[in-house]
């Protein structure tokens, strides 16, 4: 009964987000007709010429009638065609998701192992060399933003050192399937997952340093010094265990941004994943592939917190009880 009401009110929640992405991108300033046409060449053309273009996009219809469109075609699997590249929305986000979920999945995978390796011991360590140390590099390294950690990265490794390409997921020459290949993803691959791994592994340390030091001022820790358990017994089986929920929520959450990539950091390295295909429909205020992108990421995003909401029952038996009592 609690798992049916939970997924009854994420689908309100996924029909608002639907509501929304049809409607910001219309709240926008500007008008389409001139990024479909080009700013100088709209200039010759006659109102009846802007409105075929118009209508060609189904642009000149009424909102209702747009949003009744919309919503059919993401049942249908239809997400219209884009602006910029004249190819279905579905076809294009097929092919630039692999290259984001490769990219944000190595980068979280890499960020959450060294922020819960080195926020356990943090705790553990709380108030020593390798507490404080962390603590300083995260808090210096959080306040730093993304796209000037891409640049001091590109003017090392690129234009310095001349070690690593400095933009986009693949050499030409390289043919796909081939060792070159793979090769030449994995280097380009190296610089953006830096980045992001620099950038995103503070918020895990914090979160399961903080998690960790309320764990182990519980009285069960007390308990088990007194029952005179190995240190490393009580840190990594019994405090792990009962901090484990906001590492958990932490990671899902970041699981679910994983699909909408890092727009700056896709940008700075011209790497063709969804991040970097919303900064290029912004530009050209394609809305079919801008609201294609939002979609995929607003979906991702809901259902990794319905698998969390559902999670926490199987980590945690006291959510189970009180589910059960509620």
């Not at 006659?46 to 189904?58: C, D, H, M, N, W």
């Not at 356990?120 to 306040?143: C, E, Q």
């Amino acid at each position: 009964m609690v798992y049916i009401k939970t997924i009854y009110q994420y689908l309100i929640v996924l029909f608002c987000i639907l509501a929304l992405n049809f409607a910001l991108p219309r709240l926008a300033p500007g008008n389409p007709a001139t990024y479909l046409i080009g700013g100088l060449d709209i200039q010759f053309m006659s109102e009846e010429q802007i409105q075929g273009v118009l209508r060609e996009f189904k642009l000149d219809l009424p909102l209702p009638v747009q949003f009744k469109n919309y919503i059919l075609g993401i049942f249908r699997g239809d997400l219209g065609l884009s602006v910029i590249y004249g190819r279905p929305v579905w076809t294009m986000l097929k092919s630039r998701l692999p290259w984001t979920l490769l990219l944000m999945g190595v980068s979280l995978a890499i960020s959450a192992s060294l922020g819960v390796i080195i926020g356990v011991i943090g705790a553990w360590k709380r108030g020593g060399a390798r507490d404080v140390g962390p603590l300083f590099l995260v808090m210096v390294l959080g306040s730093v933003p993304p796209f000037w950690i891409a640049m001091l990265l590109i003017t090392l490794f690129s234009a310095t050192l001349n070690w690593l390409p400095s933009f986009g997921a693949y050499s030409i020459g390289a043919l796909p399937g081939t060792g070159k290949y793979t090769v030449e993803v994995i280097r380009h691959l190296v610089m953006p997952v830096m980045t992001l791994t620099i950038v995103k592994t503070g918020a895990m340390y914090l979160t399961t340093r903080s998690s960790m030091i309320i764990a182990m001022e519980d009285d069960y820790i007390l308990l088990a010094h007194a029952k005179g358990l190995r240190e490393k017994t009580i840190v990594f089986t019994h405090a792990l265990r009962n901090a484990i929920l906001p590492i958990y929520t932490h990671l899902m959450t970041g699981l679910g941004a994983m699909v909408g990539g890092a727009a700056v950091v896709e940008t700075v390295f011209s790497y063709p994943g969804i991040g970097n295909t919303i900064y290029e429909s912004v530009r050209a205020r394609d809305y079919n592939l801008l609201q294609g992108s939002f979609l995929v990421i607003s979906v991702s995003i809901l259902i990794c917190n319905l698998l969390a909401d559902l999670g926490y029952p199987l980590l945690d038996p006291r959510v189970r009880r009180q589910g059960v009592t509620s």
